[in-house]
């Protein structure tokens, strides 16, 4: 039973040092930007539906299947740590090409009225939602990572559609996340 422990143990850490070295790795280089013309001007958001839409107008560009936050179906986000994906109407405001998951794209939660919602109930919003891939290093598990909502409130897609999304979606293009 101890040698069962300790491969256990060995083998957990294994996994963690290999996440750390891999997230200060990076996900390599971004892709470019797309043509204007395949560029989103909208990003909607399902979240009962596991489904994420670039728009174009009134037109989808592309619809992907997202894993949400852990928490992602009891409601919108309200406080740091509760493991919810918000909802309600954000923007891409900045975005990582250097981040722990492959490329990342910030949502600019939290919007004011999140902000006045948290401090009203003595809590801190909390922040650092994005768009992203999977850790780097994970690459692997490609789309068994659906099934199951494992962010802290993010919304992940594999890697080869984070790359798309990287470059089809420009600053500041709304995002719209629906419950």
């Known amino acids: 039973m101890r040698n069962k422990f300790i491969v256990l143990a ?10 750390k070295l891999m997230a200060k790795i990076g996900s ?8 204007l013309a395949q560029q989103a001007d909208l990003i909607r958001v399902y979240k009962s539906e596991r489904r994420m839409v670039l728009l174009k107008g009134d037109v989808p560009l592309s619809t992907y299947r997202i894993s949400l936050g852990q928490a992602a179906d009891a409601g919108p986000k309200q406080r740091e740590g ?26 600019s939660y939290p919007n004011p009225n999140d902000q006045r919602n948290a401090e009203f ?8 939602i994005m768009i992203h891939g999977l850790p780097n290093g994970w690459g692997l598990f490609g789309n068994a990572h659906r099934l199951w909502d494992w962010t802290d409130g993010c919304i992940a897609v594999t890697n080869t559609e984070m790359r798309d999304i990287w470059a089809r979606v420009p600053d500041h293009t709304p995002i719209d996340i629906l419950p």
């Open 121 to 128: 109930h003595g809590f801190p919003p909390g922040g650092a």
């Open 28 to 35: 390599g280089s971004p892709p470019p930007d797309a043509p």
């Open 82 to 107: 509760d493991k919810k994906t918000p909802e309600g109407r954000y923007e891409i405001d900045w975005r990582n090409p250097k981040s722990m998951a492959h490329l990342s794209l910030h949502i």
């Open 10 to 19: 060995a083998v957990i850490i294994g996994l963690f040092a290999y996440t």
